[in-house]
């Protein structure tokens, strides 16, 4: 039965890994499912050859960390885009009242265990707000199959039942907790510690504190901070570019007095003012974009993160990265060549840093951040040739949902454009860091996200960025 389902998703040429809801169901059955069919009582005529088969392959197969990282994903998915979990278990991405966000070709449904895994993963950190509605869709999916038991599942209806009654209980609904408990004394009545716990909620409920009690969790209405939605992340928006500054926002070609512009002019789209943000459309090629992928990708490691004088890795910026030198690759050079030319800047060593490709994969996302250093005590010093004056970032992939730029303070965001190159200031004429520049990398929904970026250092500027007359500016 486990092989005739995996074998009915392989065959659909519909069912692409860009879903996260398959990319999920895929890792949690390569790290527990598989294991747990191989490892059942069914199995043991079979038990030689199959465990030589896992052994085979065993390296290969995500662990622990890839299938609880996959599941904060979907809760991370589920609080930006104002997610139900009803609908995602369902395999629908919509939010009430809007149209779906990302209409897959084949709408793909979580299991009853599915759901408890990513209730578990929040349930084991305290977070009893996505506990309590991962656990609730797993009860209800548990209620409807009762009876069938599924080689591959680890979890039960009592196992959800008695996450799920601890987690009402935690939240300060005891009264819920209680009614939970009973009903899963009704599948278990010998189980002593639900007995217990039943007592004490029916003593909490008779003194009184049933509305609120003692270890009652602060955040259990509201979702933890993960990454909220751009135009909630800081207060009311800033005011939209004033009616004079909308005129230069346009298309253009432009040659910036580059020889090497000439014959193929930059398509450039001015995106915004304050912070001055341009698009270049048509950057690279396909080719360009697979050949940096390929080169990058033996590399690839999770990305970190500037933390006081070192580097670490965050629960705010999900991705791996690889860095490439001009020298690994013609392409990479004749890159760097184009980026000089489009932007005027001086990229010869030490003013530019390596091009980093990064890849964000399953809900993949970069909190709000400022790619310029704001402590003298920043690595980004060691080069010694100042602060990050530019970014220029590449789109290497499209998307089929999610992973836009938002660019916080000024309130906008650009969607990923495939071989399209963001450009933007990081410092002000006067050297100073541009506070309008503050932004994030949204999660990516439905897809593959791949960028490479190049951050130019302002020192080797000086004549092509001059200050200006105003120190202000």
Known sequence: RFYEKVQALHQDPEASVDNPLLAFSLIKRLHSDWHNVIHSDEATSNTQALHAGLREVEQELPGAEDLDGAARALMRLQDVYALSVKGLAK???????????????????????DCFHVGKVAYDTGDYYHSIAWLEE????????????????RSSLEDALD??????FMAGNISHALSLSREFLRYDPSNQRVSRNVAKYKKLLEMGTGARHRWDWQGCHSPPPLLSPPHALLGPPSPQAAPEQLLHLGCSYETNSSPYLVLQPAKKEMVWIQPYVALYHDFITDAEAETIKGL????????VVASGEKQQKAEYRISKSAWLKDTADPV?????????AVTGLDLRPPYAEYLQVVNYGLGGHYEPHFDHATSMKSPLYRMKSGNRIATIMIYLSAVEAGGSTAFIYANFSVPVVKNAALFWWNLRRNGNGDGSTLHAGCPVLAGDKWVANKWIHEHGQEFRRPCSADPQD
């Open 91 to 113: 395999g629908i991405f919509q939010r009430a009242g809007h149209p779906p966000l990302y209409s897959p070709g084949r709408r793909v449904s979580l299991s009853a265990d």
């Open 138 to 153: 797993a009860v209800s999916l548990f209620r409807l199959s009762y009876g069938s038991w599924n080689l591959e599942d």
């Open 163 to 168: 996450h799920l009654a601890f987690s009402y």
């Open 296 to 303: 990058a990708g033996p590399w690839l490691q999770r990305s």
């Open 332 to 340: 990479v050079r004749a890159l760097d060549q184009r980026i000089a």
